[in-house]
Each structure stands twice: as C-alpha cells, then as structure tokens.
C-alpha cells in the first residue's frame, strides 16, 4: 500500500470500527462511506472483504494490524 489516501482510509475504517459477534468470533465492522476506488483497492490488498451490496465492510486481521501500524505513522492513539 503506497497511496496516502488508502492508508487514511484503512484507518479510518479501523478507528471507527464496531465489534459483532455472530456466535462464530467475533469481527470488526465499519461502514463504507469512503471512496469506492480506495475500498476496491483495501479489498484486493485483503485488508478489508464485504458485499459490494453490503452498508459495512469487514476488517480482516491483516488489516487490523496494518490499521495499527498506521497508527503508529500517524502518530494516532486510541484503539
């Protein structure tokens, strides 16, 4: 991941995320109110993974911990 915006919205995405627990483990959801062009492009790097129909996206654990990692570039705290 090399594009700025990308890695802001990852982040984003991250820290404005929700735990669900379906009763198979638990999971963090965010809604995508993002640019579609940077949702397509997290979701081939398999950082994220949802429906194209769905309000919400899945942040898989990749993308957890590089959403930590940009945390720590960004010099942003909370979790």
Partial sequence: ??????????LL???TSFKDDYGLG???RSWKGYPFES???LTD??????SKRSKSVYLTDEGIKKARELMEKY?????
Avoid at 1 to 10: A, F, G, R, S
Avoid at 45 to 50: C, E, S, T
């Fill in 13 to 15: 995405l991250y820290l």
């Fill in 45 to 50: 790097d398999r950082y994220i993974f949802g």
């Fill in 39 to 41: 949702l397509d492009q």
């Fill in 75 to 79: 010099n942003v705290e909370g979790d």
């Fill in 1 to 10: 991941m090399n594009d700025p915006i990308d890695e802001l919205t990852l």
């Fill in 26 to 28: 638990e999971f963090r």
